[in-house]
């Protein structure tokens, strides 16, 4: 009996204490720090290695915050048009491995600093919920400006999420590869509650944890985190996604995305890469993740409706 009396005060304290991270820590959730420069350098050697020019571009988003990041064009523009989305506590400057392969298959690209990321405005990440509504004013930006014959989406991470949910109310968007994205900000949070160890941690022991923190992060962020699904996002709309995830991806693991999978209501593929970790699938499969993506976006290129 005492021992039972210990394990239960030991399991009481626990749930405690991971109730008082998830309020501490919640808030923060939607305040990322900028975590990683702006990669000058690489960026301009990536420019003289595909013959390409960039073009700053500024979008006013719906609520006034300022969106500030590039136009790439190509020598040979192929009509085609990209848009990359980072991952969180990075800029634009993050996708610039995505940004070469695609520069020489000639399509232009979109690259933009996330709100409260980079060079961009506002002080609060919401992880899809107000980016998708960002996307759309980018796209309309775009189109009163260029000729723009097809529409795609690439995003790593936090923007694989956000490119997703951008699609479900962008439906310029024709299709979207998502590596590593989340299903859902609650889902993700057992991860990260369960420490990158197991959800299953996070969905019991640390469960006060995720429930606090993400009270925390709507009341800090003015939004509803069961809004940003992904998951729900491709069952809106029928959009052509290539979901991409590493089995070592302990941050956020395959079963996030074999869940959108599983829900995408369109042409779906999911590409599972032994031995990748979170976000890495290209610095490990560079050539077959170049030929996969740019394959997938050729067999979506049909003329979008306007």
Not at 170 to 193: G, H, N, T
Not at 227 to 238: D, G, I, K, T
């Amino acid at each position: 009996m005492r021992r039972l009396s210990y394990l239960a005060a030991f399991t009481i304290c626990l749930f405690l204490l991971s109730a008082v991270v998830g309020v501490v820590v919640g808030p923060s959730i939607v305040h990322p720090k900028n975590l990683n420069p702006e990669r000058l350098q690489q960026t301009q050697a990536m420019l003289e290695h595909t013959r390409s020019v960039k073009q700053d571009f500024e979008v006013n988003a719906p609520d006034g915050v300022i969106l500030r990041g590039w136009k790439v064009r190509p020598l040979n523009p192929n009509g085609d048009w990209v848009l990359l989305f980072h991952g969180v506590s990075d800029n634009r400057t993050g996708m610039l491995g995505a940004a070469e392969f695609l520069l020489r298959h000639h399509f232009s690209l979109v690259m933009m600093d996330s709100r409260a990321h980079g060079k961009s405005g506002g002080d609060t990440a919401t992880f899809g919920w107000q980016e998708r509504f960002d996307t759309h004013s980018i796209v309309q930006s775009l189109d009163a400006t260029e000729q723009v014959r097809n529409l795609y989406a690439v995003g790593v991470s936090m923007g694989a999420a956000i490119a997703l949910d951008s699609a479900a109310v962008e439906p310029q968007i024709r299709a979207v590869v998502a590596e590593a994205p989340f299903a859902s900000l609650r889902e993700v949070s057992y991860d990260y509650a369960g420490l990158d160890i197991s959800p299953w941690i996070g969905k019991t022991i640390f469960r006060p944890g995720s429930y606090f923190g993400l009270k925390q992060v709507a009341k800090a962020g003015n939004f509803d985190p069961d809004e940003v699904s992904p998951e729900q996002a491709v069952a809106e709309r029928a959009f052509p996604v290539l979901l991409i995830c590493g089995t070592s991806d302990s941050r956020i693991p395959c079963r996030h995305a074999e869940r959108i999978y599983r829900a995408a209501k369109g042409p779906k593929q999911l590409w599972i890469v032994k031995g990748a970790d979170h976000a890495a699938v290209f610095g490990l499969v560079p050539r077959t993740y170049e030929n996969r993506v740019v394959t997938f976006f050729t067999e979506n290129s049909q003329p979008a409706s306007r």
